[in-house]
Structure formats: C-alpha cells, structure tokens
C-alpha cells in the first residue's frame, strides 16, 4: 500500500486486498487515519512514519482476524522531504499457527519421552516391592480389575503408594499402549483446573491461545486417566466431571461441541469421601460413581514385612543412579523396622536417598540417621515399664495417660491417635476427660486437637 504524505492511501496491490479482506475502492483516495476511526486498525502506521520519519514495524490484527506484519517505510525526495510512505503487510497468522503446532509437538513429545522413561522403570523393577500379606491382597485386586474398565478408587494416607498401584493397573490393562495421565486435582487452581481438564476454544477467556488447547481428557483418549487428591477436587467442577465420567464425553470451556472420549478413569484420595458426603462438601453421586472398587491401601506401619526389603530396593535405585554403593548396620535395620513411617514409602525413599548420598562412611549407622527421625524411633519402640506399685484403677489411668498422651505428640490430633491406637476418636475424647477429672485441674493436661 503507499500512501501520500498527507496520509491519503494512493495505490493498493491484490496481495494488500487478500490479506486485509478490504476492498481497493474502499481504501484509495480515502485517508489511512478514515480506516483507523472506522475500526479496521488500531492505529495508523501512516502518522507514526511520518512522525518519527524513520521506518516503524508494528503487530495488528486485520478485519479477518489474521495477525499482520505492518512495515511503513518513508520515501523522500532530494531536499529530504517524506513525499509518500510505502506499506509492507506480511501474514503471520500461518507463522503463528505453525509455531505453535510445533510447540503442542513438543509438549507432546515430553509427554511422550516421560510415559516412556515411566514405562522403562517400570520394566526395569521400580513397579513394586512387597511382602506383606495385606499388600499382596491389594495387588491381587489390582490385578482382577486391571482386565477391566471399572473405576477404581484408590484410598491411604500420603506417600502409601497410590499412584504406583494406579501405574500397575494401567500397564496390566488392555489400555498399557494407550497414555497414561496423572493430574493432582488439589494442586491446580480452580481458576485452571477447568481447563486444564477440559480444554478450551479459541478466545475463551483472556490470555487464552488463539488456537484453543486440549484438557487432559482428550489428552488420555484410550487410556488411563488418574485424578489424585481427587477429594480436593471444587464442588463447581464436580457436575462436570460427573457427565464426563458418566457420558464418556466433554464439553470445552468456550466451545458448543460434544466431545466423545475413551477414557479408563483412576482416582486417588487419602481423605475419607463418605465423611465429606454426609457435610456436603463432595457430591454423593460423584462419589457412587467413583466408588465402584474401592481399593484400601494399607500405610508403611501396617506392613511392617516390607520395610527392609523396600530400603534394600530404595538403597539399589540410588547405588545405580549416584554409583555410590553403601550398606545399612543391623542396628539402623532395626530403627528402620520399628519407625512408625507417618511419611510411608515416599519418606522411606527419602531418607534412604539422603543417607547414601550424605553418609561419608561406607556402613550407614545409627548416629548417620537425623536427629528427629530417631527420637521418634526411640519413642515409638519404647515399651510400657512398671516402676512401683499403686492401685490398679489409677495404674490404667496412669498408662492410658501417658500413652495418649504420646499418640497425641506423635500425630497432633485426637482422630489419627485414635487410628493408631485402635479405638474410635469418641473413646479418645472419653478418656481425656476422665483422666483430667482424676488428674485434677493443677496437673498438666493432654491437648485436645
């Protein structure tokens, strides 16, 4: 396009007239400031030549939405005076589609490298390492359901293993050449959570791609989708999640189209869903719906079998990774099997790591292992001792005393010491009021979290 110095549009090519969707008639003999005041740009690169007398590029959008290059470049005569200005208009919007084609292959493409290093660890042994018989009863069920499509509810406290089983379900099913895909539903902002499930269209909302983007859904199609912490899952997102369960198909944020998707679905919580169904904080047909096979995953204390030879796996793992070998003392064995683990396998793992990297002798000892680990330790192998003789009434006042009282230190409130000890939360709350009573208001009291 070329334009006068008075900012009068003088000449037009075809090219011009494809790119902008303008016709020639429309635009010669009419000034470049008209176009701007009618809407078809945001500004005039005509005045901002002029202005600056020096070439000026800048980025807009045409009438047809495509994202144009604009490049004025004045034209001078001998005394130096701007007599026109010549108009570049260059098309990204194949650029821009292209670029980010080419970044959606490369996320995909680390989606795909880590699914394969996943799948490799997982042939190379990192699946499982169990013997206990609780355990083994979860593997087995695992293994019945993986020839499935039923939905799996994977329930135990933090670091039990969840997302191992869920990975040992999905490689044993029929969908193992398909992806598998984990979101932590409690990690993600509602704000993005929608979308990072659902997707969304073009111009959804602000700062949305241009070109919209696939949720997770879509991402999994014939496959095996986890939604862990799926207990901090918003109730708004619940509805939806539900019809997506339910109907095999998704609606993305923005978009009028019914997506149909193939989907195993896995969920994992170490929080009691039943309980939030009955105060109203997680839906009661989500809940049925997720339900169907529940799966009780038992914490790291309840499998006591499995500690040393997960820490002889955990030892290897890392001898393999850092090519630093060591070895653990019978007496670090013995903490080891006596600790309480409220961490489970993701502690184990921890601390292991830690200690073989750090540990500057080749035997790891008791005095390598950190300080608060074996207080713990000591406190939670130390046995009930009889150092007098009193009354047998106040003798069990006494010893439930100190042993709720040592719940309570170790776990912080009434509900997990009362999971410990074995005895309902009521029983606990019972207890201590008993006891305050006996103990009269002078003696020290046992917190009630």
Known sequence: MIARRDGVVSQVNKAYVKMTGLKSENIVGRPFQKLVEDGYYASSIIEAVLRKRKAV??????????????TGNPVANDRGEIVRVVV????????????????????????????????KDWQNGEKLTTRSPEMQDVLDLCARVAHVDSTVLLVGDSGAGKEVLA??????????????IKINCGAIPETLLESELFGYERGAFTGASKDGKPGIFEMAHNGTLLLDEIG???????????????????????GTK????????????????AEMVQQGTFREDLYFRLNVVPVQIPPLR???????????????????????????????????YEYHWPGNIRELENIVER?????????????????????????ASAKIIVQGVMPYKEALLEMEHSLIGEALSLYGSTYKAAKVLGID?????RKLQKIRKYRGNTQEKPNIV
């Open 355 to 379: 200690l073989v990297v750090t540990a500057p002798e080749t035997v790891i000892t008791p005095a390598h292992l950190p300080e608060s680990f074996r207080q713990v330790a000591k406190s």
């Open 57 to 70: 590029t800048n980025l807009q959008t045409s009438p047809l939405g495509n994202r144009l290059l604009i």
């Open 425 to 429: 939360q009521s029983t606990v709350i």
């Open 167 to 180: 990975k040992h379900i999905h490689y044993n099913s029929a969908r193992k050449e398909g992806p598998f």
């Open 232 to 254: 901090d899952l918003p109730l708004s997102l619940q509805v939806k999640l539900l019809r997506a369960i339910q109907d095999k198909e998704i609606t993305r944020i923005g």
């Open 88 to 119: 570049n208009v260059r098309d990204l919007t194949e650029f821009e589609k292209l670029r980010q084609e080419l970044l959606n292959s490369k996320n995909l493409n680390r989606r795909y490298q880590a699914e394969l290093h996943s799948r």
């Open 258 to 273: 019914t997506l149909n998707v193939n989907v195993r679905i896995l969920a994992a919580t170490n929080r009691k869903l």
């Open 302 to 336: 309840d499998r006591r079998p499995d500690i040393i030879p997960l820490l002889y796996h955990f030892c290897d793992k890392y001898h393999k990774k850092y090519n630093i070998r060591k070895q653990f003392s019978p007496d670090v064995l013995k903490e080891f």
